[in-house]
């Protein structure tokens, strides 16, 4: 029985080229009984409308192509359907790839595809909005908001929006509403997972799952540049929980009061949101190609091994290597 199968591309995502890769996906998949048939965005909200399609007519699933963006934007129109959703990473950050154990080299990620194992994988809404990776406020968002103003994608460039927000960037006041308790916390931001990474290996959640039913709930306070930077290398090693700034928890559900609407991001794409957001997770709701083996997340070991095979995949871009 052949596969019914749409491949929806961003050209623009990410900071490598897109050509080819449509002809590498129908090489190899076609072989494996899988139709592919390609579309390309064009703009903000086409991979959303291109997947709706694809749900009408009766497709098996659908793969994105691009990065979290784009990833977001094919996902929420197969929540609740029997269509899946295929990663292949060509973004910057690639964070639900990369949680998902999904090789962030796009002809690697078709293995993933081939093996045909498909999970009931959940996902979060803000605000009825979903979120598949992470959705926060406070100094992440402003961050989002700063490189999305940027000329140029990619870490550098990531690092540089960073650096600037902090230089000015004041702690707000929250009031948090989950499992039967009410806090208030000034907090330098809080971060909402779904999955246990920004992206480009940054845990802000090291012990978040997509298949458990409940969000992990980060709120981090400033504290001075030393302990700042400590904190920065506990994210990017797997020991944010560790740190004196934190606190965590996790929950299906949790209501954020602050003082006005203003600034959030949603799976690292800035966006305005109210003065009260009403986050949710929605379980086992949305299917998607994952892997069948997927080594649990260890503290130092995955961060340090993702980061290597990074390094290979760039090697392997430079040098030609197919």
Not at 200 to 224: Q, R
Not at 227 to 253: H, K, Q, V, W
Not at 282 to 289: D, E, G, T
Request: aromatic letters at 6%; charged letters at 20%; proline letters at 5%.
């Amino acid at each position: 029985m052949t596969d019914r199968l749409m491949l929806i591309i961003n050209p623009i995502s990410g900071t490598a080229g897109k050509a080819g890769l449509a002809e590498m996906v129908i090489r190899h998949l076609a072989p494996q009984g899988h139709d592919i048939d390609v579309r390309y965005t064009t703009c903000r909200g086409d991979a959303t409308r291109l997947a709706r399609e694809a749900v009408t007519l009766g497709y098996t699933g659908v793969l994105a192509a691009g990065g979290d963006g784009t990833i977001n934007e094919t996902a929420r129109a197969l929540c609740c359907t029997d269509v899946a959703l295929g990663i292949i990473p060509a973004g910057s950050g690639n964070g639900l790839a990369r949680h998902a154990g999904i090789p962030v080299d796009p002809k690697l990620s078709l293995d993933i595809i081939g093996q045909n194992h498909i999970e009931d994988v959940d996902y979060g809404t803000v605000n009825g909005s979903e979120f598949f990776c992470t959705m926060g406020v406070g100094f992440d968002a402003a961050v989002s908001h700063r490189f999305a103003r940027q000329p140029r994608r990619g870490k550098l460039m990531y690092v540089k929006s960073v650096i600037n927000e902090f230089a000015s960037y004041q702690p707000e006041t929250y009031t948090l509403s989950a499992n039967g308790n009410i806090i208030t916390r000034t907090a330098f931001l809080i971060a909402v997972a779904n999955a246990s990474q920004y992206g480009n290996n940054a845990y802000i959640a090291p012990e978040a799952s997509i298949t458990d039913g409940l969000l992990d709930v980060t709120l981090i306070h400033k504290g001075n540049p030393l302990e700042t930077a400590r904190m920065g290398i506990d994210m990017m090693t797997g020991y944010i929980n560790r740190n004196m700034l934190i606190e965590t928890f996790r929950t299906p559900s949790v209501a954020i009061y602050r003082e006005s609407a203003g600034p959030a991001h949603i799976d690292g794409e800035p966006v305005e949101l109210g003065a009260i957001l009403d986050i949710k997770c929605r379980h086992a709701s949305l299917k998607m190609f994952t892997p069948v083996n997927h080594a649990a997340f260890r503290p130092l070991i995955t961060p340090i091994a993702s980061t290597l095979s990074d390094w290979r995949i760039t090697l392997r871009h430079i040098l030609h290597i197919r």
